[in-house]
């Protein structure tokens, strides 16, 4: 029998951190031997969790990166924007590799990350360090790496469904306009009134117009793929509905391209890459179908009349928005097969 690698994670008792704790329960190669919450510490995790009764009962642990490191061999930070850059250099000065599921080192720029984020930004040095883990499309960089930031839930259904029409110049990156809807577990597990159920339940509410954190990450991506600056207009929305993401994204088409055309692309683009589903033409996808699973959605429909195309991605956000692509990343980053532990089915209906 294999010996596990073993996992610490540090907000264990937010949606991200528990959901990793699911995840990681049905790895054939890793287990978690350490749930971490400086607010929680000494309290078992069931006390906020009682559906993990029989599966997940350790006390939580207070952070302490020495004692991290004595349980640990990898650690992830489920945790707040602003935290993870105060406990990251001491965890990699322990020698524990890391993936971030937090915004903290996705931005390569402190002064960017300040201006969107509102909080210091890391070291840079830390930030230059840590390897953007779109699993997908930096996965060979992934490989080895000690250090990961994992991309936000909004940015992998959005780069997912852009990256290769980008890349091989069949749109106009400058006409990029994204739409994208969110399940309120997005907003995490704190009490707010803009996630209260009388507030949300039957409305569709627009939020952060031209002020997501999100943005510059798409953007940063997206740069660099077309090798020149990339602005684009991306909105959000909060939907009633507990998980999932659709990024609906239109954007002028370059060339006469069909939609079997960028069916064709997308396919060949993501061969082998067994979480990247495109759909056949005239079938769209829908958030129910990628539930609970680590699979992104691709669909597309090409309107010969305006020489535009409309992509549709769409993930279930606390897996591989979150969750789920740590865990591809974390074995991509041991040398397993990328769908080690991943392989479910999506919940339907």
Known sequence: MSIKVKIAIIGSTGYGGVELIRLLASHPL?????????????????EGYPHLIGISEELLDDVDPAAIKAKADVVFLATPAGVAAKLVPALLEVGLKIIDLSGDFRLKSPALY????????????????AVFGLAEIYG?????????????????ATLLGLLPAVKEGWIDPSTIIIDA??????????????????????????YKLNQH?????????????????????????????????????????QGERSTSDFIDLYRSYYEGRKFVRIRPEGQWPSTKEVWGSNYCDIGFAVDERTNRVTIVSVIDNLVKGAAGQAIQNLNLMMG?????GLQFVPVYP
């Open 30 to 46: 890793a287990e978690v031997t350490s749930v971490i919450s400086s607010s929680s510490a000494g309290t078992s995790i069931t």
């Open 213 to 253: 954190q999100h943005i510059p990450e798409i953007e940063m991506v997206l740069s660099h793929t077309a090798n020149k600056p990339v602005v684009t207009t991306f909105t959000t929305h909060l939907v009633p509905m507990t998980r999932g993401i659709m990024s609906t994204m239109y954007a002028v088409v």
């Open 140 to 156: 060979d960089q992934v490989k080895d790496a000690p250090f990961i930031s994992n991309p936000g839930c909004y940015p992998t």
């Open 181 to 206: 809807k969110s399940g309120v577990s997005g907003a995490g597990r704190g009490a707010s009134l803009g996630t209260h159920y009388s507030e949300l339940n039957e409305n569709l509410r627009a």
């Open 114 to 129: 300040e201006q969107w984020y509102k909080k210091p930004a890391a070291d840079e040095a830390y930030l230059k360090q």
């Open 336 to 340: 397993w097969d990328e769908t080690l």
